[in-house]
């Protein structure tokens, strides 16, 4: 070659690199230029959780989806109070981040465990178990898991209110009826004001003064229905005084120590209805 001619290709290859446009010489940069996915929030709708494998109000807000090679997948979680999942296991295991409010975690066979926000939860593969939010608040949790064949998790039973800690509502009960006075049976009807002043000034007052005991009144009672042959009440007051601590023993000598003083036959007339009521009414326990 002639060694005239070597210089004058070179010069030539040099300017014509050097008159390339500039975009050419940046075509290259833009082609490896990568854009980031981003998803907006509108673009993740949630959903409420379905009522086979939660109890209460439940909103799940997905975060990503398992792709390509990960399998991996995560959500928001929010529970209303009292609000929590049925048992249920995952078979690659689960992580909990508590972002607001309480709730319980709890293994099968173990105890409830709080928590609060800021805590991390790590349910191990194949763990049954339960989470959700307190009574008193609501709770929201990050829940991330890995899938295995296309499952995250396997939903067992629901939660009951005793396992999840709320006891049980007490068994209505029949009100009990109001009790009638004998009073009240004798002479409500006929006599309500009668009935009422014996029920509220004779036995609600006068019965109920210390200055005599129950027994001595009794006795005092018993002696002056005697007395007037007054059968129909000597019944009642006969029955009361045994409950009053007066054997029948006691009540036996009152009417023989009374034929003498009220006369023969009211005594005879109080022995035939103290023989009714000693038969019709247990003996009182012996004091």
């Given at each position: 070659?002639?060694?005239?001619?070597?210089?004058?290709?070179?010069?030539?290859?040099?300017?014509?690199v050097l008159a390339l446009p500039a975009s050419?010489?940046?075509?290259?940069?833009?082609?490896?230029?990568?854009?980031?996915?981003?998803?907006?929030?509108?673009?993740?709708?949630?959903?409420?959780?379905?009522?086979?494998?939660?109890?209460?109000?439940?909103?799940?807000?997905?975060?990503?989806?398992?792709?390509?090679?990960?399998?991996?997948?995560?959500?928001?979680?929010?529970?209303?109070?009292?609000?929590?999942?049925?048992?249920?296991?995952?078979?690659?295991?689960?992580?909990?981040?508590?972002?607001?409010?309480?709730?319980?975690?709890?293994?099968?066979?173990?105890?409830?465990?709080k928590i609060t926000q800021g805590d991390v939860?790590?349910?191990?593969?194949?763990?049954?178990?339960?989470?959700?939010?307190?009574?008193?608040?609501?709770?929201?949790?990050?829940?991330?898991?890995?899938?295995?064949?296309?499952?995250?998790?396997?939903?067992?039973?629901?939660?009951?209110?005793?396992?999840?800690?709320?006891?049980?509502?007490?068994?209505?009960?029949?009100?009990?009826?109001?009790?009638?006075?004998?009073?009240?049976?004798?002479?409500?009807?006929?006599?309500?004001?009668?009935?009422?002043?014996?029920?509220?000034?004779?036995?609600?007052?006068?019965?109920?003064?210390?200055?005599?005991?129950?027994r001595d009144r009794s006795l005092i009672t018993?002696?002056?229905?005697?007395?007037?042959?007054?059968?129909?009440?000597?019944?009642?007051?006969?029955?009361?005084?045994?409950?009053?601590?007066?054997?029948?023993?006691?009540?036996?000598?009152?009417?023989?120590?009374?034929?003498?003083?009220?006369?023969?036959?009211?005594?005879?007339?109080?022995?035939?209805?103290?023989?009714?009521?000693?038969?019709?009414?247990?003996?009182?326990?012996?004091?």
């Amino acid at each position: 070659m002639d060694s005239k001619l070597l210089p004058r290709l070179l010069a030539s290859a040099l300017m014509g690199v050097l008159a390339l446009p500039a975009s050419a010489a940046e075509a290259p940069a833009k082609a490896t230029a990568l854009s980031v996915p981003v998803t907006a929030e509108a673009q993740r709708p949630g959903s409420i959780g379905p009522a086979e494998r939660f109890t209460g109000k439940v909103s799940v807000a997905p975060l990503f989806a398992a792709e390509g090679s990960s399998r991996a997948s995560a959500a928001h979680v929010t529970f209303e109070p009292a609000a929590r999942t049925a048992w249920h296991s995952h078979p690659v295991g689960q992580h909990l981040h508590v972002i607001r409010g309480a709730g319980y975690v709890q293994f099968w066979g173990g105890e409830r465990r709080k928590i609060t926000q800021g805590d991390v939860v790590w349910i191990p593969p194949g763990q049954k178990h339960w989470h959700g939010a307190t009574q008193e608040a609501s709770m929201t949790h990050l829940s991330v898991q890995e899938h295995e064949a296309g499952k995250t998790a396997d939903w067992m039973e629901k939660v009951s209110d005793a396992q999840y800690g709320i006891a049980p509502a007490p068994a209505p009960t029949t009100p009990a009826a109001p009790q009638v006075s004998r009073a009240q049976q004798l002479m409500g009807a006929t006599a309500p004001k009668l009935a009422e002043l014996t029920d509220q000034v004779l036995y609600a007052d006068i019965w109920e003064r210390p200055e005599l005991s129950k027994r001595d009144r009794s006795l005092i009672t018993v002696s002056a229905l005697l007395a007037m042959n007054r059968p129909d009440q000597l019944k009642s007051h006969l029955a009361l005084a045994q409950l009053n601590g007066v054997s029948r023993t006691e009540l036996s000598e009152l009417i023989t120590h009374l034929a003498f003083y009220a006369g023969w036959p009211s005594a005879v007339s109080a022995t035939a209805v103290a023989k009714e009521v000693f038969q019709n009414t247990p003996a009182p326990a012996a004091r």
